[in-house]
């Protein structure tokens, strides 16, 4: 991967729906050439998907810090998780937690029941909570 591809990839991470010949003209490529990159990118495994970005405002959401008792796998973590509606994320960590899940709910008061449900979990330790305030990014 060359500076190019980043470039390409920095694109398609803005708007993943522009023209092959758009970014070419900010990347400096003709649009057979960036489809070429693009093609290798999603062969090599770089580029594993596309989807649509969603602005809800008006929902909460929470990143949960995920201790759990003994050693507990990623497969495990995401047997765990995988089944909760709200969960939008979950990620295994370096640090004290052995993963972070990312919660989106319609309210506050709807965060409680799925924090509790991840901490009554067999296999968690304890959670420990942080309300998103705003996205920068």
Known sequence: MDAIDRQIIAHLRKSARSSFTTIGSEVGLSAPAVK????????DGIITGYHAAIDQPS?????????????????HIRSMVDQIPEVIAAYTVTGEADALVHLRCAAP???????????NHPSTE???????LSKLI
């Open 59 to 75: 929902a909460t959401e929470a990143l949960i810090e995920l201790f759990c008792r003994g050693k507990t796998g990623p497969d």
């Open 109 to 119: 008061s709807d965060l409680e029941p799925v924090i509790e449900s991840i901490r």
């Open 36 to 43: 070429r990159r693009v093609d290798r990118l999603e062969q």
């Open 126 to 132: 304890r959670t420990k909570s942080v309300l998103i």
